[in-house]
């Protein structure tokens, strides 16, 4: 539905955005991940014809976004970051001036602001000056102006930045009944909003995309083995030597002091698929110390995420 | 076209449901009474010194004063200086606020061309401009109802009058499509349109092929065959011209983004 390949955006010697490519398929979810000022605004600016890339290809169902923009935009939904309402117009009114640019037929006029007004949950506030809303409301509108004329495509650039907890929980849910009548492409720095919501995760980072695949797929590639958290109480000076003194152990970190006294808290990092908590107790106790705590860690995306995007690690 | 009326309805209905037209109509009618009422009085004034310079004259049948002359082009000459201060705030959100509003992102990535918004805005802002400008009507037919008005030459000022507007309204917009800052908008087409107000006045220093150019330019020259009743189509095609070459720099101002790359 969505091909980019090697899409580049450069103004003057900055580089916003170069060698992207993926791809989204019909009825996917994809989640554009990635710190603030990452390039993801301008990557989706340029799908949405509303920026001409420097460099590559971008196409949206078929449709070239530089040749063929007005197919291109017959297609689409676009959710900029700030909703693109007019602050003096009404629900209603608002929504049937986008139905009727986007080429909604007179007919289909009213029951396409009907139906979106009710997908978003906006009906009992059809007649309610867009400058009044809250923030919530305002990004129900926003939504609302890419759904109305049921588009193909759906790029949501943050949908719910800004939102309070209960209106993102609210805006997800609207986003995942979508799913399946639309591809959506949708951005955000919120990592638990990608694993709650895509099935598709582009992590990208300087203008470059850093890693590709579901949020499953990430998580593993990324693990570098198994980390345990252990509380340990017992005299410190020996303890790190004996858990490095453990077949398979990678790495020991010392995390921090626990608030029981004496206690130390240690991340031990093992080599992956490899079991070393048995070995791990025993040890502990051959040596007279006290294990109050083990735990295992699992590496989460957001974990991934900071690896990732910060110059550590190059993928 | 129905892209076309779609962003046309939208820009009028947002100039009356706004304070904009009202606050705007509001202070041009009062500013334009209060010029007619003074004209009035003067030209009662002067119609007196007339009578009693006839009867002095030992009262023979002078012809009347001319109501046109006097009143009429005098009412339109100053009536234009206060549309060149009043258009530009007309003219100054038509694309500054789409811009700071991210509402352009919206347009611009509607299937919808930009000459379609660019036309949709422009007869917006003529209409309410012609609306308003109708409403002077009113100080025509005070003047029909006390003394005897050539309608001729009012019907052809107006004509001009509408034109004038267009062209205004047309370095209005491309000065609005040019920034995102409201204050920026207005103060550009202001200048703009100043300059070619006064560039006439240089063309007495200038040599006479250029004096010819600047005196053409000149965008109030052209009103004044209009207020004396001749509608010439040299100055129709000047002002039709102008909108044109206007307008035209404005759609390429909005196309100039996707070139940018």
């Known amino acids: 539905m969505i091909e980019v390949s090697e899409l580049a955006k450069y103004y003057g010697d900055f580089t916003a955005v170069e060698n992207v490519t993926f791809r989204a398929e019909k009825g996917e979810i994809l989640g554009f991940l990635g710190p603030n000022g990452a390039g993801k605004t301008t990557t989706m600016r340029m799908l949405t014809c509303f920026l001409p890339p420097s460099g590559g290809r971008a196409s949206v169902a078929g449709f070239d976004v530089v040749d063929e923009s007005m197919e291109v935009r017959k297609r689409i939904g676009y959710l900029p970051e700030q909703p693109p309402v007019y602050n003096d117009m009404t629900v209603q009114s608002y929504l049937r001036f986008v139905a009727k640019i986007k080429g909604v037929s007179s007919a289909g006029l009213k029951g396409a602001v009907d139906g979106v007004m009710e997908k978003v949950g906006l009906t009992d506030r059809r007649d309610s000056v867009i400058g009044h809303l809250s923030k919530g409301y305002r990004q129900r509108v926003g939504l609302g102006q890419a759904l109305v004329h049921e588009p193909d495509v759906l790029i949501l650039d943050e949908p719910t930045v800004g939102l309070d907890p209960n209106q993102i929980i609210e805006i997800r849910e609207v986003i995942k009944g979508l799913k399946g009548d639309h591809t959506i492409i949708l951005s955000t720095h919120i990592l638990s909003e990608v694993s709650m919501t895509c099935e598709k995760v582009v992590i990208i980072n300087n203008g470059r995309i850093v890693g590709e695949g ?101 993928v | 076209m129905r892209n076309f009326l779609a962003v046309y309805t939208k820009e009028m209905r947002s100039y009356f449901v706004s304070p904009v037209a009202y606050v705007i109509a509001g202070v041009f009618l009062f500013l334009s009474g209060y010029l007619f009422r003074n004209i009035l009085m003067q030209f009662n004034f002067l119609c007196m010194q007339f009578a009693q310079q006839a009867q002095y004259m030992g009262g023979q049948n002078l012809p009347p004063l001319n109501l046109n002359e006097i009143v009429v082009t005098q009412f339109f000459g100053v009536m234009d200086f206060i549309w060149l201060l009043v258009v530009p705030m007309l003219t100054m959100r038509l694309f500054a606020e789409e811009k700071k509003n991210g509402t352009m992102e919206l347009l611009m990535t509607s299937p919808i061309s930009s000459v379609q918004v660019l036309l949709g805005k422009f007869f917006a802002c003529l209409s309410l401009y012609t609306i308003i400008v109708a409403l002077t009507l ?121 070139w940018r790359r």
Not at chain 1, 246 to 261: K, N, P, Q, R, S
Not at chain 1, 270 to 297: C, H, M, T, W, Y
Not at chain 2, 240 to 248: E, N, P, R, T
């Open chain 1, 214 to 314: 579901t949020p499953e797929s990430l998580t593993a590639q990324m693990r570098e083995g198994e980390v345990l958290r252990a509380q340990i109480s017992g005299p410190t000076e020996s303890l790190e030597g004996v858990l490095r003194s453990i077949e398979g152990v990678v790495d020991v970190v010392l995390e921090g002091a626990a608030e029981a006294d004496g206690d130390q808290v240690y991340l031990v990092t093992s080599q992956p698929d490899r079991d070393i908590r048995e070995q791990l107790v025993r040890k502990l106790v051959e040596n007279g110390f006290a294990l109050k705590e083990l735990r295992a860690l699992d590496i989460t995306l957001e974990e991934v995420f900071r690896r990732l995007t910060t110059e550590e690690v190059v």
């Open chain 2, 138 to 258: 009113v100080y025509c037919l005070i003047l029909e109802i006390y003394g005897e008005p050539d309608w001729g030459p009012i019907f052809s000022a107006y004509l001009g009058y509408i034109l004038l507007g267009g062209t205004f309204i047309a370095v209005g917009v491309l000065a609005s499509a040019l920034t995102e800052n409201q204050i920026v908008a207005v103060l550009v087409s202001f200048g703009i349109l100043l300059l070619l107000w006064l560039i006439d006045w240089s063309a007495s220093f200038a040599g006479p092929t250029a004096a010819k150019i600047l005196q053409h330019i000149s965008i109030i020259e052209h009103l004044k065959d209009f207020q004396r009743g001749v509608i010439d189509t040299k100055d129709v095609i000047f002002y039709l011209s102008f909108i044109f070459f206007g307008l035209f720099l404005t759609t390429r101002v909005l196309e100039s983004r996707r």
